[in-house]
Structure formats: C-alpha cells, structure tokens
C-alpha cells in the first residue's frame, strides 16, 4: 500500500467544527468535526441516513447548519447558501446528479454564472465553446452539445457536473457518491480525475459506499454513525475489515491515526 | 403537432432533409403546417370568405389580447406553476384605467375629456396594478408555499370581483379616444406606415439571421448551407411582408374614410380608397412576442426559468432564487394582463363587467397547444402565439360557417386536448 504523502503539518484547507444539525426530533448530524489539507481525499463513510449527505451540504450552503464553525483556511467562513459556497471555491458533485435535464451541457455547467455579451445577454456560442474545451479534456469521445442532458447517459452527465467542478477552479470539491450511477469504465474515469485533481492542489471529500474504492483513492476516511463521527483514520493503516467494524458496529480500530 | 411518420422512401427523405437543412424545429413546423390546412379548409367550406383581407383583419386583432398573456403564460407554466386567475386580472386593470380615464383624470385632476396625457397615465395606472397584483401572487406562492393553483383560483374569484367593485358593477365608456387607438380598428398605422414597419421588421430579422451565422463562424461551429439561410430568410420576409400586404388591401369604408377629411376640415378627393395597414395592437404583441424571446432564449432571467421548469433543485443549488424568480414570473405575467387589458377594453370601445371572462382557459389552451409543457421546463413563446392563432382561427372559422357557439366549445375543447395527445406521441418519437 502506498504511503501517506499528505502533509499535515500547515493549516488545513477546510475544517468543519461541531457541526450539528437536526431535523424536526432527529439529530441529523451531531457535533462533527472533520477536516481536509490541501491535496488530500478524505472518505465520508457511514451506514444509510448516517448524515453524510446533510454534513456536506450544510458546507456547499444547500442546508443552513443549526450550529458549529466552518475554517477555510484557517479562517472563519459564512457559509449560508450555495451562492456563499461558490464564493469560497467549494464546489459539489451531488449524488443526485443535479443537473436540469431540459438544458443542454453548457447551460448546465454555466448554470448560475452565465458568460454575458457586453449587453447582458447571455452568450452561448461563448459558453459552447468553452465547455467543448473542458469536456474535451475530461471526455474526449463527447459530441453532444446540442442535446439537453436529459438524453446524455449517468457518466456523459456526471462529466458535466465535474467538469463545472474543473472549470470554475474549485479548490474543494464535495463528491457525494460520485460514481454510484456510473459504469465500471466511466467509474474508472472519474477515479483518475479524482487523482489528477488530488496533484493540483484540490481538497476533496469523498462520500461512498464501497470500501474498496474508498482504500485505493482516500487519505483518511471518517466514519459517522447516526449523526455522530466515529473516528477519523489513516486509510493506510487501517484493514476493510477495520472501517467496516466502524461503519458497522460504531467501533474505532485500536491503532487510530 | 406534426407527426414525423417513420417512412423511407426516397422523395419523403428528401424533403425531410431539405427541413433538416434549415434547421426549423419540426414541431413548429407542424403547427404551421396544420394552422394552414385549417385556414385552406375554413376557406374552401366558407365559399372564400375565411382568407379575405376583412377576416383576416379581424382575425388577428381578435387574437392579440389572449396571444399576449399567453407568451407570459408560458414562463409560468415552464416554472411548473399555472395561474387562473389572468382573465379576472385583466377586469380589475381594465376598470382601474377605464375609472382612471373617465373620472380620475378629466374630473379629479381636471383635464376634461380626451386630454392627451389621459391615456399615458391611464396605461401607466393599469400596468402598476398588474405588476403589483402579479408580484403578490408570485410572494404567496414562491415565500409562502401556497400553491400557484389555489393562489390563482382564489385570485380569480377576487379579482374578477374587485373589478365590479371599482365600477359599481357599470360599464365605463366611452374610454378616452388616443387609448381606443390600441383597440384595432380604430389605431392602425396606414399602407404607407405598415410598409416602413414592414421592411424594418423584415430587416431586423434577416440582420438577427445574419449575426447568429457570423456568431457561429467566428466559434467554427458548423452553419447550415448558405441556400438554406437563403430559404429561411426569404420566408421570413414573404410571411412578414404578406401579412402587411394583406392587412394593407383591407380598405377603409367610404363613409369613414369621409368623416376622417371632414374631422381635419377637408373634403374628400373623389375615388379615393385607403386601407387599415398594421393595426397599434398587432404592432404591440409584436413588440411584446420580440422582448419574451429575447428574455426567455438571451437572458440570464430566461435560462434561471427554463432551469427551475426542469429541475428546480438543481436551480437551487446553483444559487439560483427561485424564490424570487417566482415573484418575477408573476410580476411579468401581470404586467401582460394590464397590457392586454389595454387592448381588451380598447377594441370595445369601453369597460365592462365581463370583460376578459374565461380567458384564463383560451390563454392556458394557447401555451398548451403550442407546445409549453404543464410538466414544466419546456415551451416557446412563438409556439404559444401561434397557439392563441389557431383556436382563434377554428373559433370564428366555426362562427363562419354557421356552427353554434356550444358546438365551437366542444370542437375547441377536444381539439385542445388531441394536440396534447399528438405532442405526446411526438415527443416520444423524437426523444425530445
Ligand atoms: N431535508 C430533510 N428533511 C428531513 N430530514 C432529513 C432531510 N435530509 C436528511 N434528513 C434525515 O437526516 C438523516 C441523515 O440523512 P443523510 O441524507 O445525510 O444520510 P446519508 O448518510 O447521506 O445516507 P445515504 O448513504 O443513504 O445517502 C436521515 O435520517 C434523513 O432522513
Ligand atoms: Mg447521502
């Protein structure tokens, strides 16, 4: 197994403190903490309605947190909707792939900070041109443009919502299930955009649900069970059968990081 | 509402390729196409009286009023919402400029009768209260979460009511004589007039084709064949200047064309003929249908309702006020009602208490049938317009040939809901 590369030792680049979060009488999410340096993939893991969804969320501004203390970069961020989040270059992949299916690609990756002509007018040939540019990098095989995305297939479309992630220089990026509607090749791609994106700098967290995948592409993973965390480990120091007993059972590994 | 039959034999291919080549959206090709056959029909069933300049004259000054909310129905029908309440809308403009007109101004401010500032501020007066009662609407429903559907019924029986109330359940009228100008027969540019408007229109269009192709060259997009630039411009032209030719050959009655001279203190010359041209209300929607496709395909207004109408989480996270976007659709729809109550009233010649009755449904039937879906997220304003055309077209065609008005309603309303069923079936087919 590889090592962990990641340096630590610097202020990370985001950190969630405390965060809580309920619903009605059901605590959601319950005083986590969780952080991500520069560079790093840190896996989001828990059973279903563990509150990984509603913990990312409330730091892409789609929820408003009851309490606890967003720090990106050390300093303290207020983030209350998503308008907020993009400020902060955090951008979201959702699980469900929040796209607008009667809008074609460019409108879609666009959506919300449209390229304008002089006169305000939007301009999408400008737009068009610039996503052929991006989405060629990422999906060299990708035609169409013209079509709205409710025709593309699940990877064709999760492109779209990364290469949105990509363009707009995001320099953390929440991916919430990211390939849990994609095929074995496509699933592929989207890891190796994940490593190419870890080697630029970009912090990432990681929701999924398969353990494998979460050792071969995370640094560390934090577990949540019923809205509390667990623990946050080492992925490279921990075995499958010891996130798993986290995730399972609620039960941190002797040897924590 | 075309059909595109899966046939492939030679010539049908050819000809389906030469529209490709042009790159119409085939189902406004359809509209078009069954619009036409339902003018040939009601001509030929009318022994030649359906395609006279008289008609259609009439024809297009009786479809302005329910086209022009219908372009606005179509923002708030692709936002997944639907609004009853436009035709009761429409009465409390209306009653609002016609008492602005007929006692506010000459007796309160004391500008007597057809003063010329009467119609500016009887106008302003009715767009004020459209956009306000609109924008309160858009608050209940996008703030509050009540559902466009309730808002609107309840609207519908406030509103039409409010109108009784602000006239004492009278009809008010006559209305001033510069704000009868936009009702149609009294306000119409002349032949020389509606040529000008004709050409400029026609050169608009083909400078917009025009800027769209270099648009595209200078991105090296791929452009359609120069032939079918050509084609397209030149139906663009023909359409335009058709119309204003047919408008144009509608003449002015002898009798009023005699009290026209003698109103500026002249006399007649013997055997001169003049026709109506342009009506001011056909110049309206125009201008209206114009700014709607400009909001709706070029702005950024535009592309945040189409991504709300498709999926409104999505919109949300993209930072989009949908909220707010809500409060605009309906601030807009309203402004459209006062607009077309302005042409309501004016074609009347006054107010009255039934006025705009049943609109709600002929301006939902028009956004319908020409293409915005109730699903959300999908529809054009060219296709609601041309919607309003088309009911309008079957119902006086229908009056034409003798059919009685409760046999026209069960025609129309089973007509409304087979285009329905037929976009369906074309939807699926295509994959749109
Ligand atoms: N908008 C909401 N309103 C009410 N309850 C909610 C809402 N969103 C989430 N919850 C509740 O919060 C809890 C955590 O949900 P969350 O979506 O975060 O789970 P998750 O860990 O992402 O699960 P999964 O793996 O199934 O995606 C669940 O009990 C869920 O029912
Ligand atoms: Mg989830």
Redesign the pocket.
């Given at each position: 197994m590889a090592q962990d590369k990641i340096d630590r030792s610097g202020t990370p680049l985001v950190e969630m403190r405390n965060m809580k979060k309920a619903?009605g009488g059901?605590h959601?999410v319950d005083g986590v903490t969780v952080d991500v340096y520069p560079g790093e993939v840190v896996g989001v893991l828990?059973h279903?309605?563990?509150?990984?969804?509603?913990?990312m969320k409330m730091l892409s501004g789609a929820i408003q947190r009851d309490s606890g203390e967003i720090y990106v970069n050390g300093e303290l961020a207020d983030i209350n909707n998503p308008r907020d989040a993009r400020r902060y270059q955090i951008e979201t992949i959702y699980?469900y792939l929040a796209l607008a299916d009667n809008l074609d690609a460019s409108a879609n990756l666009f959506l919300g900070r449209e390229l304008v002509t002089p006169l305000g007018l939007v301009d999408d040939a400008r737009m068009e041109a610039e996503t052929r540019k991006i989405m060629g990098r990422l999906t060299p095989n990708f035609r169409r443009y013209k079509t709205p995305v409710a025709g593309l297939s699940g990877g064709q479309r999760q492109s779209v919502a990364i290469s949105r992630a990509v363009y707009f220089n995001a320099k953390i990026l929440i991916m919430d299930e990211p390939t849990a509607a994609l095929g074995v090749e496509e699933t592929r791609m989207v890891a190796e955009l994940i490593d190419e994106l870890k080697k630029q700098g970009i912090g990432i967290f990681l929701?999924d649900?398969d353990i494998h995948q979460v050792k071969a592409l995370c640094d560390r993973a934090s577990v949540m069970k019923n809205g509390q965390l667990v623990g946050t480990v080492n992925v490279h120091e921990v075995t499958e059968d010891d996130l798993l007993g986290m995730i399972i059972l609620g039960k941190k590994p002797e040897k924590a990081a | 509402m075309s059909d595109a039959t899966q046939s492939h034999t030679p010539p049908k291919q050819a000809s389906r390729n030469f529209f490709q080549a042009l790159e119409i959206d085939t189902r406004l090709l359809g509209m078009i196409g069954a619009f036409i056959v339902l003018c040939l029909v009601f001509h030929v069933w009318t022994d030649g009286r359906f395609l006279t300049p008289r008609n259609v004259f009439n024809l297009t000054i009786q479809t302005v009023s329910v086209a022009i909310m219908a372009t606005g129905m179509v923002f708030v029908i692709v936002t997944r919402h639907i609004d009853l309440s436009v035709g009761a809308l429409l009465a409390t403009c209306s009653a609002m400029m016609a008492m602005t007109q007929t006692v506010v101004t000459p007796e309160w401010f004391g500008l007597g009768l057809n003063h010329p500032l009467t119609a500016p501020i009887a106008v302003i007066v009715g767009i004020v209260t459209g956009v306000v009662i609109g924008a309160f609407h858009g608050w209940l429903i996008g703030y509050l979460l009540i559902p466009a559907f309730i808002v609107t019924l309840g609207g519908l029986l406030v509103w039409r009511n409010v109108a009784w109330h602000l006239t004492k359940g009278q009809t008010i009228g006559p209305l001033d004589s510069t704000f009868q100008t936009f009702g149609g027969i009294n306000g119409t540019m002349g032949e020389t007039g509606s040529w000008i408007f004709g050409i400029l229109a026609t050169g608009l269009a083909i400078a917009l084709l025009l800027s769209a192709r270099r648009n595209k060259i200078r991105h090296e997009f791929p452009v359609k064949p120069l032939w079918a630039e050509f084609v397209l411009a030149g139906m663009v032209a023909a359409a335009i200047l058709g119309l204003v030719a047919v408008l144009n050959a509608y003449e002015i009655p002898e009798r009023r064309l005699v009290r026209m001279f003698e109103a500026r203190g002249e006399v007649m010359p013997e055997g001169f003929t003049a026709g109506y041209g342009v009506p001011y209300s056909v110049l309206i929607l125009v201008v209206i249908a114009t700014i709607m496709t400009v909001v709706a395909q070029r702005t950024r207004l535009g592309r945040y309702i189409f991504a709300t109408g498709g999926n409104p989480d999505a919109a949300m996270l993209s930072g989009i006020n949908t909220r707010l976007l809500t409060v605009k659709v309906f601030a807009i729809m309203g402004a459209l009602c006062a607009i077309s109550a302005v042409v309501a009233s004016a074609r009347l010649t006054f107010h009255s208490n039934d006025i705009g009755t049943l609109d709600e449904l002929r301006v939902i039937a028009a956004a319908v049938i020409g293409g915005t879906a109730l699903a959300g997220g999908l529809g054009t304003i060219y296709g609601a317009i041309l919607g309003a055309l088309i009911m309008q077209s079957l119902q006086s065609g229908m009056a034409m040939v003798g059919v009685e008005a409760p046999y026209q309603n069960i025609v129309v309303g089973i007509v409304l809901v087979l285009a329905v069923f037929i976009d369906i079936i074309y939807r699926k087919r295509t994959g749109a």
């Amino acid at each position: 197994m590889a090592q962990d590369k990641i340096d630590r030792s610097g202020t990370p680049l985001v950190e969630m403190r405390n965060m809580k979060k309920a619903f009605g009488g059901i605590h959601a999410v319950d005083g986590v903490t969780v952080d991500v340096y520069p560079g790093e993939v840190v896996g989001v893991l828990g059973h279903n309605g563990a509150g990984k969804s509603v913990l990312m969320k409330m730091l892409s501004g789609a929820i408003q947190r009851d309490s606890g203390e967003i720090y990106v970069n050390g300093e303290l961020a207020d983030i209350n909707n998503p308008r907020d989040a993009r400020r902060y270059q955090i951008e979201t992949i959702y699980q469900y792939l929040a796209l607008a299916d009667n809008l074609d690609a460019s409108a879609n990756l666009f959506l919300g900070r449209e390229l304008v002509t002089p006169l305000g007018l939007v301009d999408d040939a400008r737009m068009e041109a610039e996503t052929r540019k991006i989405m060629g990098r990422l999906t060299p095989n990708f035609r169409r443009y013209k079509t709205p995305v409710a025709g593309l297939s699940g990877g064709q479309r999760q492109s779209v919502a990364i290469s949105r992630a990509v363009y707009f220089n995001a320099k953390i990026l929440i991916m919430d299930e990211p390939t849990a509607a994609l095929g074995v090749e496509e699933t592929r791609m989207v890891a190796e955009l994940i490593d190419e994106l870890k080697k630029q700098g970009i912090g990432i967290f990681l929701i999924d649900h398969d353990i494998h995948q979460v050792k071969a592409l995370c640094d560390r993973a934090s577990v949540m069970k019923n809205g509390q965390l667990v623990g946050t480990v080492n992925v490279h120091e921990v075995t499958e059968d010891d996130l798993l007993g986290m995730i399972i059972l609620g039960k941190k590994p002797e040897k924590a990081a | 509402m075309s059909d595109a039959t899966q046939s492939h034999t030679p010539p049908k291919q050819a000809s389906r390729n030469f529209f490709q080549a042009l790159e119409i959206d085939t189902r406004l090709l359809g509209m078009i196409g069954a619009f036409i056959v339902l003018c040939l029909v009601f001509h030929v069933w009318t022994d030649g009286r359906f395609l006279t300049p008289r008609n259609v004259f009439n024809l297009t000054i009786q479809t302005v009023s329910v086209a022009i909310m219908a372009t606005g129905m179509v923002f708030v029908i692709v936002t997944r919402h639907i609004d009853l309440s436009v035709g009761a809308l429409l009465a409390t403009c209306s009653a609002m400029m016609a008492m602005t007109q007929t006692v506010v101004t000459p007796e309160w401010f004391g500008l007597g009768l057809n003063h010329p500032l009467t119609a500016p501020i009887a106008v302003i007066v009715g767009i004020v209260t459209g956009v306000v009662i609109g924008a309160f609407h858009g608050w209940l429903i996008g703030y509050l979460l009540i559902p466009a559907f309730i808002v609107t019924l309840g609207g519908l029986l406030v509103w039409r009511n409010v109108a009784w109330h602000l006239t004492k359940g009278q009809t008010i009228g006559p209305l001033d004589s510069t704000f009868q100008t936009f009702g149609g027969i009294n306000g119409t540019m002349g032949e020389t007039g509606s040529w000008i408007f004709g050409i400029l229109a026609t050169g608009l269009a083909i400078a917009l084709l025009l800027s769209a192709r270099r648009n595209k060259i200078r991105h090296e997009f791929p452009v359609k064949p120069l032939w079918a630039e050509f084609v397209l411009a030149g139906m663009v032209a023909a359409a335009i200047l058709g119309l204003v030719a047919v408008l144009n050959a509608y003449e002015i009655p002898e009798r009023r064309l005699v009290r026209m001279f003698e109103a500026r203190g002249e006399v007649m010359p013997e055997g001169f003929t003049a026709g109506y041209g342009v009506p001011y209300s056909v110049l309206i929607l125009v201008v209206i249908a114009t700014i709607m496709t400009v909001v709706a395909q070029r702005t950024r207004l535009g592309r945040y309702i189409f991504a709300t109408g498709g999926n409104p989480d999505a919109a949300m996270l993209s930072g989009i006020n949908t909220r707010l976007l809500t409060v605009k659709v309906f601030a807009i729809m309203g402004a459209l009602c006062a607009i077309s109550a302005v042409v309501a009233s004016a074609r009347l010649t006054f107010h009255s208490n039934d006025i705009g009755t049943l609109d709600e449904l002929r301006v939902i039937a028009a956004a319908v049938i020409g293409g915005t879906a109730l699903a959300g997220g999908l529809g054009t304003i060219y296709g609601a317009i041309l919607g309003a055309l088309i009911m309008q077209s079957l119902q006086s065609g229908m009056a034409m040939v003798g059919v009685e008005a409760p046999y026209q309603n069960i025609v129309v309303g089973i007509v409304l809901v087979l285009a329905v069923f037929i976009d369906i079936i074309y939807r699926k087919r295509t994959g749109a």
